[in-house]
């Protein structure tokens, strides 16, 4: 007990605002360079692993502590001069000033220590590939959602700064399509040039709050969407008839009621303002219509590589009964229905269900089935009525899998599965306990979704050998 105290006691030796000697060992989970000052663990932001810094500490916890740089004494060969001219306000990316191919390779490393934490597999034995990366990892967002607010009189649009509550006003944006970046700026300037009321979050005032854009890479269709704070939007003929004519290229725009107080974006109610309430969008083989609140993946580009790989990891045959478990609006389960012999899936938003199955209809799927409801709920319903799957796919949320749910696939033992993860850690604690019901790792693949960002997606092929 003495000990542990002492050790407990040596683990807190650092004071806030002292300055310390550290070398950084490897890039955290939130990008963040990671070092240890004795045995207590010091994270980062913006420093590089292999650089020695000088750091000051901001914050102590029992077992961590944060700083900041002071100075770089030995920098990075990696580090490079991040292009955005406002990335150290904007807080949106955080690894602009590591290298692409710098950045690659750590995503990959970020993997490999989730996997030296929470499994058994021998470092030598774990199959990693490298990770997937973009030719050109720049503009590749889809969708831009920026807060509204009223500096002075210009009327700015943009996210929360880092740590603070003061709106930073972006006015271009390096990983955005530039189409989103054009329209949400001609929007503000005609919401100013109009002097639409904007909403004032602390006062809980004004209509406008946020300004969404959504552009699909392959049909070029652009919607907007205005989210405000009541129903009632004054000169709103005159708002719309001028923003179609300044924006005459936009396919759709709608309006969104939000009036809780609340940080989530969209509210209950939709309301077309003008065109069609849905814009097209296009997956390889695959055409989407996409409604104002529709889940879809941000990155069109990368998705078709983060889909084809699930594909290559499913090793179908055309005969083979899958899961698409967490299933979103069907795109995985639809991405390998043409070689399958029929496919299930289900996920808890109803909404996106109803996507799923218009999605099957229109593309002529006869072999898809969807439910909504829990996947530790459904699959074990499913198996009760006798349905077997062969291959599971699966692509939960950051909290991974449900405990019963890995239960389930264990009794099932599918010849494959798949599993596809925005969160390492997670990923790694779910393999960890489907190796112990007779899982074997095939493959680890990394795929960036989101170049300079810290968020690694990663594609797990498991096979079952018990
Ligand atoms: C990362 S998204 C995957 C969406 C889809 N596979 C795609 O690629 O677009 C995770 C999905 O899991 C759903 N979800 C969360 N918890 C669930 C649960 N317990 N059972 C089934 N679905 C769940 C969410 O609604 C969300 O659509």
Redesign the pocket.
Known sequence: MAKETANHKQKTALNKGQTISLKIKRLGINGEGVGFYKRTVVFVPGALPGEEITAQIENVYPNRAEAKVKSIRKKSKDRVDPPCPIYEQCGGCQLQHLSYAGQLREKQDVVRQAFERYTKIKPEDLPLKSTIGMEHPWEYRNKSQLQAAKDKDKVIAGLYGLNSHHIIDLDQCMVQHPETVRVTNAVKKILEDLNISIYHEKKRTGIIRTIVVRTGFETGETQLVLVTAQKKIPRKELLVSEIKKRIPNITSIVQNVNDKKTSIIFGDQTISLEGPETIGEQLGELSFDLSARA???LNPKQ?VK??DEAKKAAKLTGTEKIV?????????GLWLAPDAREVRG????DE?IRNAKENAKRHGFSNTHYET??????LPMWLKEGWQPDVIVV?????GC?QA?LKTVGKIKPKRMVY?S?NPSTLAKDVHMLISEGFKVESLTPVDMFPHTAHVEVVCSLVWEK
């Open positions: 889940f879809f993946q998705t983060l889909y698409d478990a967490y299933c979103g609006a069907g795109t995985i289900m996920d808890v938003i996106s409801g829990k996947a530790e709920e459904i692509d939960p949320p950051r909290t449900d749910f596809v925005c």
